[in-house]
């Protein structure tokens, strides 16, 4: 019985990170400025970043927690990189 709840509960969430990665990708494209993509792209590092440990969840293997792992850490990058440029013109003074 909690075997199936599990699975429904995975295949749920798994369905509705799918919908944000969605959202996100709308905000990344339509975005009316830049501060709106670099956010969209934060929400869709992180609704992958997500996805991937429902993965590895579901398949019981680690690799999947470390490619989530590396995402986050190279999405954090990432946004704080850009939102520098917006700010200042340039990443490293």
């Known amino acids: 019985m909690s ?11 798994q369905f509705l990170l ?3 990665m969605v959202a996100a990708t709308y905000r990344m494209i ?3 400025r830049a ?3 670099i956010l969209g792209l934060d ?8 996805m991937l440990v429902l993965f ?3 398949m019981g293997t680690s690799v999947y927690f470390e490619a989530a792992l590396v995402i986050g850490i190279l999405g954090f990058v990432g946004t704080v990189a850009l939102a520098k440029f917006l ?3 340039e990443v490293i003074e």
């Open 18 to 20: 799918g919908l944000a």
């Open 56 to 58: 590895g969840i579901r």
């Open 87 to 89: 700010m200042r013109g």
């Open 35 to 37: 501060q709106d993509r």
């Open 3 to 13: 075997g199936e709840i599990l699975f429904w509960s995975l295949l749920l969430s």
């Open 30 to 32: 339509r975005g009316p």
């Open 43 to 50: 929400a869709f590092y992180v609704a992958a970043m997500l």
